[in-house]
């Protein structure tokens, strides 16, 4: 169990306290969110895995992510793809 997950989740209406962004927002499933920002949902996983988007299991079945960090990974990954791009055509 992670260090989230131990405490109690906050809800306001429709939207969940995310840690990471410290905001309350909206949570989408996994290949909600891979169709989202164009990716697989391996990918998505992978960025749960390293920590880099909150993720919250539902019910003990489902996992549901962190829109706002959702869209921030994916400027992050784009920002490291386009970096390297212009590294390798200079």
């Known amino acids: 169990m992670t260090e989230s997950q131990s405490q109690p989740i906050r809800v306001l209406a429709d939207k969940v306290w995310c840690p990471s962004c410290a905001a309350y927002v909206k949570l ?12 697989d949902t391996r990918s998505i996983y992978n ?3 390293s920590k880099k988007l909150f993720a919250f299991r539902i019910a003990d079945t489902t996992l549901r992510v962190c829109s706002s960090c959702l869209f921030r ?5 784009n920002m490291t793809d386009e970096s390297t791009v212009a590294r390798t055509s200079q």
């Open 28 to 39: 989408v499933k996994v290949a909600r969110a891979a169709k989202l920002v164009g990716t």
């Open 47 to 49: 960025y749960i895995k």
């Open 73 to 77: 990974a994916n400027d992050v990954a």
